[in-house]
Nanobody, 121 residues
């Protein structure tokens, strides 16, 4: 089972940018769609974006469309999330996982530590 390590978070001002990375421990992750999820304090985990294993299909939550871009580098076993025009409501801990929806991850117990994104002036 592949493990994922998230990185790239930080503190930025509104309107700023960050690029998150999701590094897989094994190339077996190439066989899966990879999703980015986030969880803000006191809220449930929500899906943010997903990229298919073929790289030909990407999806985004309505709240991030036009601002976030997901991509993957199969050679580096890494999925990226470029986040532009960040807003305070994007503040959350971001995680990646081998699926696109929370429903598909029911029972999934291999969550990484995530990476914290804080947007504040």
């Amino acid at each position: 089972q592949a493990h994922f390590v998230e990185s790239g978070g930080g503190l930025v001002q509104p309107g700023g940018s960050l690029r998150l990375s999701c590094q897989a421990s094994t190339s077996a992750s190439d066989a899966y769609s990879i999703g980015w999820f986030r969880q803000a304090p006191g809220k449930g985990r929500e899906a943010v974006s997903c990229i298919a294993k073929s790289e030909k299909s990407t999806t985004y939550a309505d709240s991030v469309k036009g601002r976030f871009t997901i991509s993957r580098d199969l050679e580096k076993k890494t999925v990226y999330l470029q986040m532009n025009n960040l807003k305070p409501e994007d503040t959350a801990r971001y995680y990646c996982a081998p699926a696109c929806t929370i429903v598909a991850l029911q029972g999934y117990d291999n969550w990484g530590q995530g990476t914290q994104v804080s947007v504040s002036s």
